[in-house]
């Protein structure tokens, strides 16, 4: 039989997203006594319900204390997401390698938290993975050895890749943000516009989904979709209850719609393509070099 065109029904996906789950006792603005079990089984609930095609975690699955403390509340947001009826992609956060390592985390959720990419069918799943030891102070470390490998995984096939860390790469603004605001240096990687840069130039990347900071944003730079999705357990922006947040991105047909539920709605409905698919121009230079030009014109 010849193959058949793809049509806007072999395109679709759904895919559910929680991050920053935080689980644990330890945190600055979680609620008193708050258990993030209830929250977590509405979410693997709603995800099947829907029959969401993958569930996406972006880290930081605990609030760290200790050792011993960790490995128990890793292996209880592991145990509770497993309760997923399909393929489960997860990266790491800063909070989930303080006490424990890699290795451990390798363990506790049955997967390589190493980078890794996925054939989703009409896209690509990129989970990238650069260090997110948050260095005190100063932040995290460039992403210099990581980077290569992500260039080269999106120069390799041209179908529409999401990239998922837990880091945000956007740069975008932290004014108004609980940790961040007079914290910026703790948001993003050093090196998040040479990134930002060297993703652009392959022109293969839709979409770049993120939590850390604890917020819904969308920020669009050179025709990539950059979306932080709040926190699980924060209520910096909806106290005094907690977000218990989580998202639905529904992609179909070339547009993707991000729906947050919980106490911290959010909703947005964006094109669904690679960069180069349409030319995003480059900003011009300060506008004191360009008034004689402007005068003139
Ligand atoms: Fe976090």
Redesign the pocket.
């Known amino acids: 039989m010849p193959p058949t065109t793809p049509t806007a029904e072999d395109s679709a996906m759904k895919i559910a997203i929680i991050t920053?789950i935080?689980h644990g006792p330890k945190s600055h603005t979680k609620e008193t006594g708050w258990d993030g079990m209830a929250t977590m089984e509405a979410f693997v609930e709603h995800a099947n319900a829907i029959g969401a095609d993958l569930l996406l975690d972006l880290g930081?699955h605990i609030s760290d204390t200790d050792y011993a403390t960790d490995v128990r509340a890793a292996t209880e947001v592991a145990n509770t997401l497993a309760q997923f009826k399909g393929p489960r992609y997860h990266v790491v956060?800063?909070?989930d390698v303080t006490n424990l390592s890699i290795g451990d985390n390798e363990e506790i959720f049955g997967q390589s938290m190493q980078s890794q990419v996925f054939d989703l069918g009409a896209a690509r799943l990129i989970l990238w993975q650069p260090g997110v030891n948050i260095g005190l102070p100063g932040g995290f470390a460039p992403t210099t050895d990581a980077l290569p490998w992500l260039v080269e995984t999106l120069k390799a096939d041209s179908k529409p890749a999401i990239i998922a860390t837990h880091v945000p790469l956007s740069g975008h603004s932290q004014i108004g943000n609980f940790y961040f605001e007079n914290n910026a240096e703790y948001s993003t990687y050093p090196d998040h516009a040479a990134v930002r840069r060297a993703v652009e130039a392959t022109g293969n990347a839709a979409m770049w989904l993120a939590?850390?900071v604890?917020w819904n944003t969308v920020t669009p730079v050179g025709g990539i979709h950059h979306v932080t999705i709040q926190?699980m357990s924060e209520r910096f922006t909806t106290a005094p209850v907690s977000a218990n947040a989580f998202a639905v991105l529904d992609i179909n047909d070339g547009v993707a719609q991000l729906e947050v539920l919980g106490n911290d709605p959010f909703g947005a409905r964006i094109q669904f393509r690679r960069s180069a698919d349409r030319a995003w121009l480059a900003p011009m230079g300060p506008f004191a070099q360009s008034l004689p030009e402007l005068e003139n014109a």
């Open positions: 920053d935080h930081d956060g800063n909070h939590g850390h604890h926190s």
